[in-house]
């Protein structure tokens, strides 16, 4: 059964980070562009940043760029997300999805696309 679990958050203090790990069973994450996505309370869930299937192309959105860097190792089958510089703004749940239609190994921009999912984990920034 294919399976992700999310996991490193917690509560951290603005201008902290926090490590968010993203882990695979049930299948094998070499051949899949993996998105993380966040939702804060009352919003739409929003993309945060993409890594294609080799590693080569990373995308972020425009509210992370320079602070959140997205990497994989695929023999963990884990993909992390490194959060630095962390902002009141980043509190939300945070995802991680795959792609189970079209071009899998590449990222995709729009939520739809994603047709697996993560349960979550709470990211929360605050003094």
């Known amino acids: 059964q294919l399976q992700l679990v999310e996991s490193g958050g917690g509560l951290v203090q603005p201008g902290g980070s926090l490590r968010l790990s993203c882990a695979a069973s049930?299948?094998?994450?070499?051949?899949?562009?993996i998105g993380w996505f966040r939702q804060a309370p009352g919003k739409e869930r929003e993309g945060v940043s993409c890594?294609?299937?080799?590693?080569?192309?990373?995308e972020y959105g425009d509210s992370v760029k320079g602070r959140f860097t997205i990497s994989r190792d695929n023999a963990k089958n884990t993909v992390f997300l490194q959060m630095n510089s962390l902002k009141p703004e980043d509190t939300a749940v945070y995802y991680c999805?795959?792609?189970?239609?079209?071009?899998?190994?590449?990222?995709?921009?729009?939520?739809?696309?994603?047709?697996?999912w993560g349960q979550g984990t709470q990211v929360t920034v605050s003094s």
């Open positions: 049930g299948f094998t994450l070499d051949y899949y562009a």
């Open positions: 890594i294609s299937s080799s590693g080569r192309t990373t």
């Open positions: 999805a795959v792609r189970g239609r079209g071009i899998t190994s590449m990222c995709a921009s729009r939520k739809e696309d994603y047709d697996y």
